[in-house]
């Protein structure tokens, strides 16, 4: 038996290599479209860091701030009769003795004062020590700032002693009202101190 062959004609295939303009054009381009992305998202955290710090660091700041404040007033003591240290209030100041002053040793009373200080349009709020030496504690702008003093039967008073009010030497709580980045803030701290005047005894040796 003869069997027939067919002949088969196989079509030669190129094979190209490498990329044609256009294609390098695309290319570059979704290359620059994900770098374009992925430095606003780098950038974008960077600012979410940095902002982030920014507001821990201030937040500390004024925690630390009004802990100067309260451990200092919490612990006003009451002075001796007659005593140039016994404590006096103002709107805008008050001084007297504590036994936690920010300069020296605890449980010691030393004199103190507190005070709001307006200039160029920014109040500030100093600590003033033993020695007269005033350190600013915080800033901000514009006029708003006092002192209020509340009294045993609950009434609230802008000056210490109240004119014309028979109170004890030291008020029942002092009030701070300020700001921290145009944001109102209100300190209220109670005095621990039995509200009594001292006796002198040294008179007597």
Same mark, same amino acid.
């Given at each position: 038996?003869?069997?027939?062959?067919?002949?088969?004609?196989?079509?030669?295939?190129?094979?190209?290599?490498?990329?044609?303009?256009?294609?390098?054009?695309?290319?570059?381009?979704?290359?620059?479209?994900?770098?374009?992305?992925? /430095?606003?998202?780098?950038? +974008?955290?960077?600012?979410?860091?940095?902002? &982030?710090?920014?507001?821990?660091? $201030?937040?500390?700041? @004024?925690?630390?701030?009004? +802990? %100067?404040?309260?451990?200092?007033?919490?612990?006003?003591?009451? $002075?001796?009769? @007659?005593?140039?240290?016994?404590?006096?209030?103002?709107?805008?100041?008050?001084?007297?003795?504590?036994?936690?002053?920010?300069?020296?040793?605890?449980?010691?009373?030393?004199?103190?004062? *507190?005070?709001?200080?307006?200039? =160029?349009?920014?109040?500030?709020?100093?600590?003033? =020590?033993? /020695? $007269?030496?005033?350190?600013?504690?915080?800033? %901000? /702008?514009?006029?708003?700032?006092?002192?209020?003093?509340?009294?045993?039967?609950?009434? %609230?008073?802008?000056? *210490?002693?109240?004119?014309?009010?028979?109170?004890?030497?030291?008020?029942?709580?002092? /009030?701070? &009202? @300020?700001?921290?980045?145009?944001?109102?803030?209100? *300190?209220?701290?109670?005095?621990?101190? =039995?509200? +009594?005047?001292?006796?002198?005894?040294?008179?007597? %040796?």
């Amino acid at each position: 038996m003869r069997i027939g062959h067919k002949k088969t004609n196989h079509s030669q295939v190129t094979i190209r290599s490498g990329f044609t303009l256009l294609e390098m054009l695309v290319v570059l381009i979704l290359v620059s479209l994900i770098s374009i992305l992925l /430095l606003e998202g780098v950038s +974008y955290v960077l600012h979410l860091r940095s902002g &982030f710090l920014i507001q821990l660091e $201030d937040s500390q700041k @004024g925690t630390l701030q009004e +802990y %100067w404040f309260r451990s200092t007033v919490s612990a006003i003591v009451t $002075d001796y009769r @007659g005593s140039e240290f016994i404590f006096k209030g103002e709107r805008n100041k008050f001084s007297g003795l504590t036994i936690a002053p920010l300069d020296n040793v605890t449980g010691m009373p030393s004199s103190f004062a *507190w005070q709001l200080k307006q200039t =160029n349009g920014v109040m500030t709020l100093q600590y003033k =020590n033993s /020695l $007269d030496q005033s350190w600013e504690i915080a800033h %901000w /702008l514009g006029n708003q700032g006092h002192f209020r003093y509340m009294a045993a039967d609950g009434k %609230w008073h802008t000056k *210490w002693p109240p004119f014309g009010v028979n109170t004890a030497q030291i008020p029942r709580v002092i /009030l701070l &009202f @300020g700001q921290r980045r145009q944001t109102p803030f209100t *300190w209220i701290v109670k005095l621990f101190d =039995n509200d +009594y005047t001292r006796i002198e005894t040294r008179d007597n %040796w």
